[in-house]
């Protein structure tokens, strides 16, 4: 069964920073590409970042480029998010999600439980 367990969401000023993690297990981590997607309060989902099955591509939503970064851990099976600079408007509940695949351009089949991030002064 794919379990993947986001942490490390909280309440931040604006300027501040934050670095989520999401703990995967149940399928072969390494194999595929994994993503974050946002919902922020009253709105749809948004995808935020995604990143190849080896950490050796990435692509981002424009509204976070140059503020947040997309890693993993393959011998630790944790994907993270490090959010630099937040601004109010990446209030949201972060979910991490498996690809269908091992590239940064596949669709998600497994979202997470989310985390939530508040960025308020």
């Known amino acids: 069964e794919v379990q993947l367990q986001a942490s490390g969401g909280g309440l931040v000023q604006p300027g501040g920073s934050l670095r989520l993690s999401c703990a995967a297990s149940?399928?072969?981590?390494?194999?595929?590409?994994m993503m974050w997607h946002r919902q922020a309060p009253g709105k749809g989902p948004e995808w935020v970042s995604s990143i190849g099955y080896d950490g050796g591509s990435w692509k981002y939503v424009d509204s976070v480029k140059g503020r947040f970064t997309i890693s993993r851990d393959n011998a630790e099976n944790t994907l993270y998010l490090q959010m630099n600079n937040l601004k109010p408007e990446d209030t949201a509940v972060y979910y991490c999600a498996k690809s269908n695949g091992r590239y940064v351009n596949d669709e998600s089949d497994y979202w997470g439980r989310g985390t939530q991030v508040t960025v308020s002064s």
């Open positions: 149940g399928f072969t981590f390494s194999r595929y590409g």
